[in-house]
């Protein structure tokens, strides 16, 4: 699907992108993006390699840049609706506690590879998590702190943190603190909030 992101508030943004698998895929430019490309010196190889020419990288011996996307192939890429589209999103809705996003019974329950939830904490300025699984965090709001048995790191807006498997560990938030934990596989794990 061909898309872009804008940022339409006032205050930062983030685009903050989960990969399920060990293949993410190809990526399949629009015929403009490949005229863009040249005016900053950049060529996509068949590979799925860019090139780089205006750091001195050129094409490897064998390579070949890839053919620009036809009107016939974007003619036959799927269309959506904008009512199709709006269910593809997942509205915040500050409900304190863990909510399942990605995963079996979640609001996108196909298989992805991995499960994806949000964790928002309670505005009265309590919350804990506890958790024993490998998983990433994301801090999408205020500050978390992470406590295992042998020390403290504090989370700030913006941080992304990776959790060893085996690592006891839990989550100290307040009311501002909102975040989105991904843990490897498709289903979910016993959650305690």
């Given amino acids: ?8 508030g006032e205050t930062d943004g983030f685009l903050w992108a989960v990969l399920g ?17 040249k005016d900053f010196g950049l060529i996509l190889l ?19 840049p890839m053919t620009p996307t036809s009107p ?3 003619a036959a890429l799927q269309r959506f609706t904008q009512a199709e589209a709006a269910k593809m999103v997942w ?18 329950s196909w298989p992805h590879g991995f ?13 804990e998590r506890q ?14 702190d992470m406590v295992w048995a042998r020390g ?10 990776t959790v060893p498997a085996r690592l006891a560990h839990r989550y100290h938030g307040d009311g501002d603190s909102s975040a989105f934990i991904v843990r490897r596989g498709d289903r979910l794990e016993d959650i305690i909030v």
């Avoid at 699907?1 to 339409?8: A, E």
């Avoid at 060990?22 to 990526?27: F, I, K, L």
Wanted: charged share 20%; hydrophobic share 35%; proline share 6%.
């Fill in 72 to 74: 016939a192939q974007v």
């Fill in 21 to 37: 698998e060990d293949d993410p895929g190809r990526v399949t430019w629009a015929p403009k993006v490949f005229e863009m490309a």
């Fill in 1 to 8: 699907m061909f898309r872009g992101f804008t940022n339409v």
């Fill in 91 to 108: 509205r915040h809705a500050n409900t304190p506690g863990e909510t399942p996003l990605i995963a079996p019974g979640a609001q996108f």
């Fill in 152 to 161: 403290r790191v504090t989370l700030n807006t913006g941080d992304t943190l």
């Fill in 115 to 127: 499960t994806l939830t949000h964790l928002q904490f309670s505005q009265d300025g309590t919350g």
């Fill in 46 to 64: 068949e590979s799925g390699r860019l090139i780089d020419t205006t750091l001195g990288e050129m094409i490897p011996k064998g390579a070949r």
């Fill in 131 to 144: 958790s024993a699984d490998a998983e990433v965090i994301f801090v999408q709001s205020g500050t978390l």
